[in-house]
């Protein structure tokens, strides 16, 4: 199963943009990038996925590395209920997730 | 309405007891899943059924038994249970079985404690 690697935590002010990056070296031609966020005592909850091309939608955008070893979550405009753990994942057969340790993402007033 | 259900929501139970955890999607879903959270918060696969059939089946003791009755359940049976079964358990659903596009939902979780 590939891997990602994701920075433990990060921090933000409120109305500024974050990126957040993932590292998945191993990737397979195949291999989707989903992310994924889970909010406090709550399931997770999709965000979005790409596989080649940069990816926008009503939430986020995310950026893909031209060699697909890397990839970047950005929300444009933080508020304080996008403090959440943001889990990257590369969705293999059956669809199955494998998550990691995420990003946990502060935001402060 | 609720997109994906579980009951109960919280789950105090002992040590070798037989416990069921249930799970409800009205999405129309043809696939169902179930995660263990570990007090670590790592998330795990467990199971992932696809029209009531079994298809994915990670190494999870033979204690833990998925039963999906309609493609729109799939409640986790739990024996002898044990104190590392001390966990959130989480149901979720998608569209598809083996189209690693498809997007799943989560359920809100069941914490099990087992003292």
């Known amino acids: 199963d590939a891997k990602t690697t994701q920075p433990n935590s990060m921090e933000s002010n409120e109305e500024e943009p974050v990126h957040l990056p993932c590292n998945h070296s191993t990737i397979s031609g195949t291999d989707y990038i989903h992310w994924y966020r889970q909010l406090p005592s709550q399931g997770p909850e999709y965000v979005i996925h790409g596989l080649t091309s940069n990816v926008n939608n009503r939430m986020a955008s995310l950026a893909i590395a031209e060699d697909r070893k890397s990839s970047t979550l950005i929300l444009h405009r933080a508020t304080l209920r996008d403090a959440a753990v943001y889990y990257c994942?590369?969705?293999?057969?059956?669809?199955?997730?494998?998550f990691g340790a995420g990003t946990r993402l502060a935001v402060h007033p | 309405d609720t997109a994906v259900s579980q009951t109960p929501k919280y789950l105090v139970t002992q040590m070798g007891n037989d416990k069921s955890i249930k799970c409800e999607q009205n999405?129309?879903?043809?696939?169902m899943y179930w995660y263990k959270q570990d007090s670590k918060k790592f998330l795990k696969i467990m199971f992932s059924?696809?029209?009531?059939?079994?298809?994915i089946n990670e190494t999870v003791p033979n204690r833990f038994s998925p039963k999906s009755p309609d493609k729109a359940h799939l409640n986790l049976h739990i024996n002898s249970l044990e104190l590392g079964d001390s966990a959130v358990y989480f149901c979720?659903?998608?569209?598809?079985?083996?189209?690693?596009?498809?997007?799943?939902?989560f359920g809100p979780g069941t914490r099990l404690t087992v003292l």
């Open positions: 979720a659903s998608s569209q598809e079985t083996g189209a690693s596009t498809d997007t799943q939902y």
């Open positions: 999405l129309g879903h043809d696939t």
């Open positions: 059924y696809n029209n009531k059939e079994l298809i």
């Open positions: 994942i590369l969705a293999g057969g059956y669809n199955k997730l494998i």
